[in-house]
């Protein structure tokens, strides 16, 4: 994780950027599709940090999944809805 004060003037990209035009991210899609909430409180960083693994590996395995959301808790556990989104998000941004 990086802490605010190491961002300097590079762009933040937060989970309200990601719809355009009044439509969602395909990620975002994904998580809906999925059911990958329960209270909802962890996913805005789940959502961000597959955005994040998606932008650098389009077609992860299951392990770079779990990777890469290492350090987000959901207290719900809901993780295998999760991983689903995920690939399911990926999926939907190849066939794009
Ligand atoms: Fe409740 Fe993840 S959905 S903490």
New binding site residues.
Partial sequence: RTPVGQVGKRKITTIESLEKDGRLHPLQEAFLKEDA???????SG?IMSGYALLQKSPDPSEAEIIRSLRGN????G?YQRILAAIKDGAKALQNK
């Fill in positions: 909430m329960q209270c909802g409180y962890c996913t789940m808790i959901c207290r719900c809901v």
